[in-house]
């Protein structure tokens, strides 16, 4: 055969389309290398029309006999990776890989829940530190647990809880009780994100501006918004 020809052939022969996620993460859904090429096989042979492709058809493209690929299948089956369904046609059984895509897809939805969970611990966690280095202490009893009722019944986002701190540090009112309030007033103006917090935060600021005698008195002084007193 020419390699025209041997091109042609296996351009007519077709391409396989293997998610990634799957060639990735099979091993976390308890298959074998086995398991995975007879799966493959039987996804190929559905690309091709075949949806119901025999234990011989299938164990002719492996390493296995026709009785290890008889086996292979009934456990795919019987560990609900595979399905058998009844086609259109009156007795016409084809290969379902919907159960196999399903595991995939509440795999990948719950490793993406643990890394948002796994996130969410370190901004808590870093949340605390910063507080810490802010007020040059351990925070006491209370205060954390007044932190923890912010994020987890305030649902109050880490990254907000900061921008508060840092609005108090230039303020000059490191207090639990001052952050308290701009937490509640930021949440009752429908603040969510950083940037609108600070948009706030330097629009009263701006109304807040020293005389040019406070100016002289004070260089150094930093005009701040008295939350307190809304």
Known sequence: MEQKDLLMHWMDEGMVSVPQVLL????????????????????ACKQKGRHFPTFEELSASMTISTEECSTLVQKLIQQQVIAIEQGDALGFERYSLKPLWEKLANFMIQQSRQSTLHQAMNEEQNLYTCFEQEFGRPLSPLECETLAIWIDQDHHDAVIIKAALREAVISGKLNFRYIDRILFEWKKQGIETLEQAREYGQRFRQHQQPSSDQVQRSKKAVPFYNWLEQ
């Open 24 to 43: 990735a993460h099979y091993s976390r859904l308890k298959l074998s290398e086995a398991e995975l090429v007879l799966l493959l096989q039987i996804f």
